[in-house]
Nanobody, 123 residues
Framework: QVQLVESGGGLVQAGESLRLSCAAAGTIFSIHTMGWYRQAPGKQRELVASITTDGISNYADSVKGRFTISRDNAKNTVYLQMNSLRPDDTAVYYC?????????????????WGQGTQVTVSS
């Protein structure tokens, strides 16, 4: 069993910063791409940023220059540093990871999601 546990959400004012963390736990053999998505009320879930095992990152245009994704492979953890937050960044943020888990005799690769953490930016 694999779990993604997120932390770091909260309520901030416009222009402030937050850092989200997401740790993968369980019998994990390897983690491939990790990323952050968000979903605002009444909108579809959208990709915010992703990062490969080698550290190659990709960002939504709306967060480029403000958000930074990083990962610590030794800790199976991905981070999202969010600076210069704006009210339109308000959403539930979800961690996602594609990883290989299982036992020594059986392994499977699947996509996993965290439970979501609320980020609210007031004007």
């Amino acid at each position: 069993q694999v779990q993604l546990v997120e932390s770091g959400g909260g309520l901030v004012q416009a222009g402030e910063s937050l850092r989200l963390s997401c740790a993968a736990a369980g019998t994990i053999f390897s983690i491939h791409t990790m990323g952050w998505y968000r979903q605002a009320p009444g909108k579809q879930r959208e990709l915010v940023a992703s990062i490969t095992t080698d550290g190659i990152s990709n960002y939504a245009d709306s967060v480029k220059g403000r958000f930074t994704i990083s990962r610590d492979n030794a800790k199976n953890t991905v981070y999202l540093q969010m600076n210069s937050l704006r009210p339109d960044d308000t959403a539930v943020y979800y961690c996602a990871a594609r990883l290989t888990s299982g036992s020594s005799t059986f392994r499977t690769t699947n996509n996993y999601w965290g439970q979501g953490t609320q980020v609210t930016v007031s004007s």
